[in-house]
């Protein structure tokens, strides 16, 4: 059932989730705006959810070893209740990486959604191949880890969201893909582009780019006071591209929203974590961004044209995370006259009674936002005489006992002084390692499969 493919007609991605934990009311206005499009356009629309980083397939592996139901993203429900009902209604296609380390499961209470909502079960497609724990190059460099593997994910590329679309995919849902692979995919399925049309895919994939981190893009990430002022930032508008034949795209957001799509804010983006200009490296082509032309169209209206791409790697990236111990970290504030001295006091009485732990030091308020573990920068920079400061220390140990240790001390400075300490707050959680490989791109195929709402006794 090949209905995606419209390569004559416009397509327009909007994005309702930058990462895992984002504004889960950030999609209504998205879709209100799409809906309007494509009633007066025609065309397809596609919804994407973004809500994977390094380490959030890790932990979501963690959270299926402790629930075999569990692992995909934590805010599912809340992300698509607004909006799926909706979506279903218009035809509007849903793209997202929120199956983390369940795509299965996902999908089931995404079924069990839709019946809730009390609309037809969608057609819904899981995408597999990027776990590669058991590839056997895999399980080489994992015996040369310190310790155990949690996980190993391979950054998928675009063709088997594409090809799940046009077999009549409804929502798709993935592990890890790369973040403008959820948009490259349907672009890819709608326009039927050839797999070496390197420009145009190119193209695409900087729109998934200037999508992917939400709100970035409309100033979010953008905003300084005083300096670059945008307005109604607490309504902020997440970005909506609308994809031509030739790659080219349109950045746009709902109208009535807060931020703003500019020059200015593109460019910031559209730069963001590239190492190079000339080649953003992405398992489906090589983007070149240097003779690219970012052109105001109107309010609210930027375009992107000019992207070159060049053929794409033999070589999928691939991030190992294994257990690296555990980490404690312990607050305490003190204020008023001479606060500073007495979190440094206390500091040092810390580090007295754990000489056998590695400890971080931050006076927040006075310095704690640089690479200073070893202490030598705080020790160095005289008392400043603030009046408001928050001692932060923390211990990264592999044996979770010995990592306690820091909390109870820090703790117990509420009586054993020094003065005026208040507001203790402790956490310890599981620490993660990442290493990063390539793997050849023929060891990891992909695929997609069309799942079926459960019955009882089913096993998921």
């Not at 218009?90 to 839709?114: E, K, M, T, Y």
Request: hydrophobic share 45%.
């Amino acid at each position: 059932m090949l209905d995606f493919f419209k390569p004559t007609q416009p397509l327009r991605i909007g994005c309702g989730a930058g990462f895992s934990g984002d504004r889960t009311d950030a999609a209504g206005p998205v879709v209100q705006d799409l809906v309007a499009g494509l009633q007066s356009q025609g065309g397809h629309a596609v919804l994407i959810f973004e809500t994977l980083a390094e380490r959030t397939l890790a932990l979501a592996q963690l959270a299926r070893r402790a629930d075999p139901q569990a692992g995909y993203e934590p805010l599912l429900l809340d992300l698509l209740r607004p909006v799926l009902a909706t979506c279903l209604a218009h035809g509007i296609r849903i793209v997202s990486n929120f199956g983390a380390a369940n795509p299965r499961a996902a999908a089931q209470v995404i079924f069990q959604l839709a019946q809730d909502l009390e609309v037809a079960a969608p057609r819904i497609a899981v995408v597999w191949g990027d776990d590669v724990r058991e590839h056997p190059e895999v399980q080489t460099r994992a015996r040369s880890l310190p310790s155990p593997l949690v996980s190993a994910n391979a950054y998928l590329g675009a063709q088997a969201i594409a090809d799940a679309l046009n077999q009549g995919a409804q929502i798709v849902v993935c592990g890890r893909v790369a973040d403008p692979t959820l948009t490259l995919g349907p672009a890819l399925a709608h326009f039927g582009w050839a797999h070496d049309d390197w420009h145009a895919l190119a193209g695409a994939t900087m729109a998934g780019h200037l999508l992917e981190c939400g709100a970035q893009v409309t100033g979010g990430y953008y905003a300084d006071p005083g300096f670059k002022d945008l307005p109604d930032l607490a309504h902020v508008g997440f970005p909506i591209a609308q994809i031509e034949a030739d790659g080219c795209c349109t950045l746009s957001k709902p109208a009535g929203t807060g931020g703003r799509i500019d020059l200015h804010t593109v460019k910031e983006q559209l730069l963001y974590e590239i190492d190079n200009p000339a080649a953003y490296i992405t398992p489906d082509v090589v983007a070149d961004i240097t003779a690219a032309q970012v052109t105001q169209l109107g309010p609210d209206r930027v375009q992107l044209s000019g992207v070159q791409g060049h053929p794409r790697p033999s070589h999928f990236k691939v991030n190992l995370c294994h257990e690296n111990g555990w980490l404690a970290e312990a607050e305490i504030s003190y204020a008023g006259a001479r606060a500073e001295a007495r979190a440094r006091l206390a500091a040092a009485v810390v580090r007295e009674r754990l000489p056998h732990l590695t400890l971080r030091v931050d006076l927040i308020g006075v310095r704690s936002l640089w690479a200073d573990d070893a202490g030598a920068a705080l020790a160095a920079l005289p008392d400043q005489g603030g009046t408001d400061v928050r001692l932060r220390m923390a211990t990264s140990n592999a044996d979770k006992a010995m990592a306690e240790q820091l909390l109870r001390e820090v703790t117990a400075l509420y009586t054993c002084g020094p003065a005026g300490g208040g507001g203790v707050r402790t956490a310890l959680r599981p620490r993660l390692g990442l290493v990063s490989c390539l793997l050849p791109r023929e060891s990891i195929p992909s695929r997609f499969e069309m799942v079926q709402p459960l019955t009882a006794g089913d096993d998921a």
